[in-house]
């Protein structure tokens, strides 16, 4: 158990929650969140759809207003936590204050891949992660603009559906041979690409972005490696993130693509973990190291530490699940679907209701769903029962799933 102040450095999902979850197990001493951002801590996953599109201020994409954090007596800190005194067990802060701990949780998160082409540092050239990104391009994109995004992932597909709806028109520039690819299965990203080509969204796959044209001042284009140029007033980029570790890795940390923790999600330090974007842990479930990037994971990883603070220490072995709304359609991912070897479609592509149940070695391993809730709800339940059933059940929409359960 943990004794005196919990500092967390990091007030996104995963920061918010252990503070949260600290209050709930009983966690009587001083608990304090280091929030680098302008704002209370909030949620980011609106930020490229709903909040983007228009909707609500910024109050509705907090987790809790001001006086929660009073009345659960949570120290939130407007400060950069920049060093780690592992010896003494003082986080110093960018104001040049320092805080002693009894135990030190990284939440720090992960930041955009910067892209590293000519003209990349123009005004017009925007990323999409913080409040103050999103309200940036929110402020900025209106009916008739012409917009390239980079990088065909999550991120840059929900921008590009948000800013096709909302009348911009719109080029995808994507490297790999189809949308998502390194997310979701063949299926899924081609269902993607057609709903996306057929609301006017042109997509360039195969292709990279060589150079963002100006004229002194603004985005006038985007030159790609086949020759061609797309013009543009503006540019989004989503080429991934990095994770930061900087902080851990200071103060003699083990990092490599990650914090490296271990299946309670513990650094090298006794004193000190790591958990969401940042954390690479150790997973029984999945029999090596992953670094996952979800709400779902931050929120679990929260919990979990939590737990073992205040005495109920366990092995982490939350089940990983994703989403992302693009235009009018939800993909919903349960599990993980790397290193699959085959994949059975259940549902109707053409009433775009349809999952992709992906199987490795015959087992099931996730299941990634198109406007079809129930089948990620099942994905989710049974892949939590370490259970499976044959490909040929799957595809069978007779075959009852919920009796697969009983």
């Given at each position: 158990m943990?004794?005196?102040?919990?500092?967390?450095?990091?007030?996104g999902?995963a920061?918010?929650?252990?503070?949260?979850?600290?209050?709930?197990?009983?966690?009587g001493?001083?608990v304090?969140l280091?929030?680098?951002?302008a704002h209370l801590?909030?949620q980011?996953p609106p930020l490229s759809?709903a909040?983007?599109k228009?909707a609500?201020?910024p109050d509705?994409?907090?987790?809790?207003?001001?006086?929660?954090?009073r009345e659960?007596n949570i120290?939130?800190i407007?400060?950069?936590?920049?060093s780690i005194?592992?010896g003494a067990r003082?986080?110093?802060?960018?104001?040049?204050?320092s805080?002693?701990?009894g135990?030190?949780?990284?939440?720090?998160?992960?930041r955009?891949?910067?892209?590293d082409?000519?003209?990349a540092?123009l005004e017009?050239?925007?990323?999409?992660?913080?409040?103050?990104?999103s309200?940036?391009l929110?402020q900025?994109?209106?009916?008739g603009q012409?917009?390239?995004?980079?990088g065909?992932?999550?991120i840059g597909?929900?921008?590009?559906?948000?800013?096709r709806?909302?009348?911009?028109e719109v080029d995808?520039v994507?490297?790999g041979?189809r949308v998502?690819a390194r997310?979701?299965?063949?299926?899924?990203?081609e269902f993607?690409?057609?709903?996306?080509?057929?609301?006017g969204i042109r997509?360039?796959?195969?292709?990279q972005a060589?150079?963002?044209?100006?004229?002194?001042?603004?985005?006038?284009g985007?030159?790609?490696?086949?020759?061609?140029?797309?013009?543009a007033d503006?540019?989004?980029?989503g080429?991934?993130?990095?994770?930061n570790v900087?902080l851990?890795?200071?103060?003699?940390?083990?990092?490599?693509?990650?914090?490296?923790?271990?299946?309670q999600l513990?650094?090298?330090?006794?004193d000190i973990?790591?958990?969401g974007?940042?954390a690479?842990f150790?997973?029984?479930r999945?029999g090596?190291?992953l670094?996952l990037?979800?709400?779902?994971?931050?929120?679990?990883?929260?919990r979990?530490?939590?737990?073992?603070l205040?005495?109920?220490?366990?092995?982490?072995d939350g089940?990983?699940w994703?989403w992302?709304?693009?235009?009018?359609?939800k993909?919903q991912?349960?599990?993980l679907?790397?290193?699959y070897?085959r994949?059975?479609?259940?549902?109707d592509?053409?009433?775009?209701?349809?999952?992709?149940?992906?199987y490795k070695a015959g087992?099931?391993?996730?299941?990634?769903s198109?406007?079809?809730?129930?089948?990620h709800?099942?994905?989710?339940?049974?892949?939590?029962l370490?259970?499976?059933?044959e490909?040929?059940q799957a595809?069978?929409?007779?075959?009852?799933?919920?009796?697969?359960?009983?």
């Amino acid at each position: 158990m943990a004794q005196g102040t919990v500092l967390i450095a990091g007030a996104g999902h995963a920061g918010f929650q252990i503070a949260a979850s600290l209050r709930q197990h009983g966690y009587g001493e001083r608990v304090c969140l280091i929030n680098d951002e302008a704002h209370l801590p909030y949620q980011r996953p609106p930020l490229s759809k709903a909040y983007l599109k228009g909707a609500g201020a910024p109050d509705s994409l907090m987790f809790r207003p001001d006086k929660f954090y009073r009345e659960q007596n949570i120290e939130l800190i407007a400060d950069r936590a920049v060093s780690i005194d592992r010896g003494a067990r003082k986080l110093l802060l960018a104001s040049g204050a320092s805080l002693e701990y009894g135990h030190l949780v990284l939440a720090t998160g992960a930041r955009n891949r910067l892209l590293d082409i000519p003209n990349a540092n123009l005004e017009d050239v925007r990323y999409l992660r913080t409040l103050d990104e999103s309200e940036a391009l929110r402020q900025q994109i209106s009916s008739g603009q012409r917009v390239v995004v980079i990088g065909a992932g999550f991120i840059g597909l929900e921008f590009a559906a948000t800013a096709r709806a909302k009348g911009l028109e719109v080029d995808v520039v994507e490297l790999g041979a189809r949308v998502m690819a390194r997310a979701v299965t063949a299926e899924i990203s081609e269902f993607f690409q057609a709903r996306h080509t057929a609301a006017g969204i042109r997509i360039h796959l195969g292709v990279q972005a060589t150079s963002i044209e100006s004229d002194g001042t603004h985005v006038t284009g985007v030159s790609l490696s086949d020759g061609r140029h797309i013009p543009a007033d503006l540019v989004v980029v989503g080429v991934g993130v990095l994770p930061n570790v900087e902080l851990a890795s200071e103060a003699g940390l083990p990092v490599a693509a990650g914090i490296i923790v271990d299946e309670q999600l513990l650094t090298s330090d006794p004193d000190i973990s790591a958990i969401g974007d940042c954390a690479l842990f150790e997973s029984p479930r999945f029999g090596g190291s992953l670094r996952l990037e979800s709400v779902q994971n931050a929120t679990d990883h929260a919990r979990c530490v939590a737990a073992r603070l205040t005495g109920d220490a366990r092995t982490y072995d939350g089940q990983p699940w994703f989403w992302s709304d693009q235009g009018e359609d939800k993909l919903q991912i349960a599990g993980l679907t790397t290193g699959y070897d085959r994949v059975v479609v259940r549902g109707d592509r053409a009433q775009r209701s349809f999952s992709a149940f992906c199987y490795k070695a015959g087992q099931l391993v996730g299941v990634e769903s198109i406007n079809r809730g129930s089948d990620h709800v099942f994905g989710r339940k049974i892949l939590g029962l370490n259970r499976s059933i044959e490909p040929e059940q799957a595809a069978d929409l007779s075959f009852d799933l919920k009796a697969a359960l009983a």
